[in-house]
C-alpha cells in the first residue's frame, strides 16, 4: 500500500529515517550507548577475529554500497578490502586470499550473479573462509548458502530502484566494520563509543534531510530535457555519485554517468557544455578543497552546477550555480545522508519526464538470470 504516496519509491525514500533506526538496533542498545549490544553477531565473534581480508561482492546498487565499506574498513580497520561486481568476478578466475571474509551484499539475495560467485569461492575453499550474506529477505537463496547472515531491516522494498535497502546496507556494513574492527582490537572502545554516537544521530539527520524535497523539486525542473548528466564526487561520495548516476539513468532514463571529480581532467571534462547538467556532492570533509578546484573547472567550461552542499561548505549560489544546503553531518557517515538528494532528485526529473517510476522499463526488481 503507498498510502498517502503517489510512488512506493516516493514512499521507500522517506521511510528510511525508520529503516535505518530498526537497522541499528540491532547493534546499539539505546540505553548502554557507548558499545555494540552481546548479542550482535554473538556466535561470530571468533570467526571475525580470523579476518584479514575482505572481499564484497555484490551488483548494481548493492555494490555501491560495497564501495563505500571498501572505504570504512580500509580507512578505519587497516584490513584490506576488495569489491567487485559479481559478474566479473566469477568469470575471471579470481584469487580468494587465506581467512577471507567474503561479504554478498543483495537486497533480494536471488541474484543469479552474486549467487554463483559465492558458490565458485565456496568451490576453491581456502582456508579460514567465512561467508557472509547483508540481505533484506532472511529466507533468500543467498542466507542459506552463507555462514553468516545480517539482515537489513528495510522491510519489503517494492519500487525497482533500490533506495531504503541501500541506506540500511551502509548501516549494516558500518555495524559489520566496526564489529571486525573491535574484536580484533583495531578498535578502541573510545573510537567504537565515538562511532556509535555519530550513528545514533543517522536517523534524525535523515528526517532532516527529507526536507530538502521541495528545493530539490525545483531544481529537477532543469533536468527535464536534458539528455545527459555527470555525478561527480571524492572520497566516499564517489560511490554516491555513481548510485545517483545509476538512480537517474534506471527511472528516468536520462544517460548520467558518476565520476570521481579528479578523473574530470582524464577525459569527461570534454563533455561539459552549457547543455551539460553536473551534480556535485560536496558535504564538509577532507576532500573539499579538491573538490572545489573541480568544481571550477566545470564552472570555467559553462557547465551548470547543481550542488548538494554543506551549510558550514562555503559555497554559495552563483550564476550557473544551483545549490541545495545539506546540514552538516560527520564525513565518516556523510554517504548515507547524501544518498537521500540524488534519490529524491532522480525521482522529481522521472515524475516531470512521465516515466514509469516504480516499474522502469526493461527492468526487473529481481534479477535471478544471468
Ligand atoms: C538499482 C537496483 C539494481 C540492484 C541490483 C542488485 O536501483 O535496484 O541495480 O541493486 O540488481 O540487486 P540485489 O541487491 O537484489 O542483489
Not at 5 to 12: D, R, S, T, V
Not at 98 to 119: F, H, K, M, P, Y
Not at 357 to 367: G, M, T
Request: overall charge negative; aromatic content about 6%; hydrophobic content about 40%.
Amino acid at each position: 500500500d503507498k498510502g498517502e504516496f503517489k510512488h512506493y519509491m516516493l514512499k521507500e525514500i522517506y521511510e528510511q529515517p525508520d529503516a535505518v533506526a530498526r537497522t541499528l538496533e540491532m547493534a546499539i542498545d539505546n540505553h548502554a550507548p557507548n558499545a555494540l549490544r552481546t548479542d550482535f553477531l554473538e556466535r561470530h565473534g571468533e570467526q571475525l577475529s580470523g579476518v584479514r581480508y575482505v572481499q564484497v561482492i555484490a551488483c548494481g546498487t548493492s555494490y555501491h554500497a560495497g564501495m563505500v565499506a571498501k572505504y570504512w574498513f580500509e580507512s578505519i580497520t587497516r584490513l584490506p578490502c576488495s569489491v567487485e561486481v559479481a559478474s566479473e568476478f566469477r568469470y575471471r578466475n579470481p584469487v580468494v586470499v587465506d581467512n577471507s571474509l567474503v561479504i554478498c551484499i543483495s537486497q533480494s539475495g536471488e541474484t543469479a550473479d552474486t549467487l554463483s560467485a559465492l558458490r565458485d569461492i565456496k568451490k576453491q575453499n581456502p582456508a579460514g573462509l567465512v561467508s557472509l550474506a547483508l540481505c533484506n529477505v532472511p529466507t533468500s537463496s543467498l542466507v542459506r548458502e552463507t555462514d553468516i547472515f545480517l539482515p537489513t531491516l528495510a522491510g519489503p522494498e517494492i519500487g525497482v530502484a533500490s533506495t531504503k535497502a541501500f541506506t540500511t546496507q551502509l548501516v549494516a556494513l558500518m555495524l559489520l566494520m566496526l564489529k571486525t574492527g573491535h574484536v580484533q582490537g583495531r578498535i578502541d572502545d573510545e573510537a567504537l563509543s565515538n562511532h556509535i554516537s555519530e550513528l545514533q544521530k543517522l536517523p534524525g539527520q535523515l528526517y532532516a534531510s527529507l526536507h530538502l524535497d521541495a528545493p530539490i523539486k525545483a531544481m529537477a525542473e532543469h533536468f527535464e530535457d536534458k539528455k545527459s548528466c555527470l555525478f561527480l564526487g571524492r572520497g566516499l561520495q564517489f560511490p554516491i555519485a555513481l548510485e545517483g548516476a545509476l538512480k537517474l539513468k534506471e527511472i528516468s532514463y536520462i544517460h548520467a554517468e558518476g565520476y570521481a571529480a579528479g578523473e574530470l581532467k582524464h577525459g569527461p571534462l570534454a563533455l561539459v557544455d552549457k547543455d551539460m547538467p553536473i551534480v556535485v556532492l560536496a558535504p564538509k570533509d577532507s576532500m573539499l578543497d579538491k573538490l572545489k578546484a573541480n568544481m571550477q573547472e566545470v564552472h570555467a567550461r559553462h557547465g551548470e552546477l547543481f550542488v548538494f552542499a554543506s551549510e558550514t561548505s562555503g559555497i554559495e549560489a552563483e550564476d550557473r550555480l544551483h545549490l541545495v544546503n545539506v546540514n552538516d553531518v560527520c564525513e565518516t557517515l556523510s554517504p548515507i545522508i547524501y544518498s537521500v538528494p540524488v534519490q529524491l532528485l532522480s525521482y522529481h526529473v522521472a515524475v516531470l519526464r512521465g516515466t514509469d517510476v516504480d516499474q522502469p522499463r526493461n527492468l526487473a526488481k529481481s534479477v535471478t538470470v544471468e
